[in-house]
């Protein structure tokens, strides 16, 4: 696909999902203004062999823990042939499907554990499943940092095709929410003391070959 289609493509799919609103059922103790800004890759199939795998960048505007537009700030077609007639609208369908399932807090902090990098930070996250789509949410807040949904089924005139999506966060703007998340903190004393007994080991050991070397020499 031409650059000129692809920057169609995006400003097409921008003016489409600019006017999302959605409310959230959960009241959290956590109140977010501001933008995240996910990484969403999305697989698109049919039944003919048709697979097509994209990467998009979507920009999520919130204020006060709603939802109030999102806009695609680049998207990448892996594959560049046999892209679907309908490939906005697949795409702009399943971003919205994705987006009207997001509850940015909830109070469901437990579950499988696993760890994501924010920001260049490391963050424990548990992982919530649900049926039919997995939540990742991170373990103080409950914030919502990614997720996956199989299985997103979008019918047109020129065929029936299904969509899995994989989204993740990767920054924040303002990021004043991240100071609430659980960090892993590297344990920088535990380091510097094995580093240091590392290098006194390594020291004596030097050390102790001039000796020996002293020693033996034949001059």
């Not at 990448?76 to 399943?94: G, H, M």
């Amino acid at each position: 696909m031409s650059f000129k289609n692809t920057v169609l493509v995006v400003f097409l799919i921008a003016l489409t999902l600019f006017y999302i609103y959605l409310p959230l059922a959960f009241s959290s103790s956590y109140t977010y203004t501001g933008s995240l800004y996910y990484i969403v890759q999305i697989s698109i199939s049919s039944n003919n062999g048709l697979s097509v795998p994209i990467e998009c960048v979507v920009k999520v505007n919130v204020v006060n823990n709603e939802i109030r537009s999102a806009e695609i700030i680049s998207v990448n077609y892996l594959s560049s042939f046999n892209l679907p007639p309908d490939i906005v609208k697949i795409i702009e369908y399943s971003l919205r499907y994705w987006l009207n399932n997001i509850i940015l807090f909830s109070n469901q902090r437990s579950g499988t554990e696993t760890y994501v990098s924010i920001e260049g930070k490391i963050v424990k996250a548990y992982v919530i499943n649900h049926e039919g789509f997995t939540e990742y949410r991170e373990a103080n807040t409950g914030f919502y940092i990614g997720g996956v949904i199989n299985n997103i089924f979008y019918k047109s005139s020129s065929g029936t095709y299904s969509v899995d999506l994989m989204a993740y966060l990767y920054k924040l703007n303002p990021d004043t929410l991240l100071k609430y998340f659980a960090i892993i903190e590297p344990p920088r004393e535990k380091v510097i003391l094995f580093g240091t007994i590392l290098l006194l080991i390594i020291l004596g050991g030097v050390i102790h070959t001039f000796y020996k070397w002293r020693d033996y020499r034949l001059t």
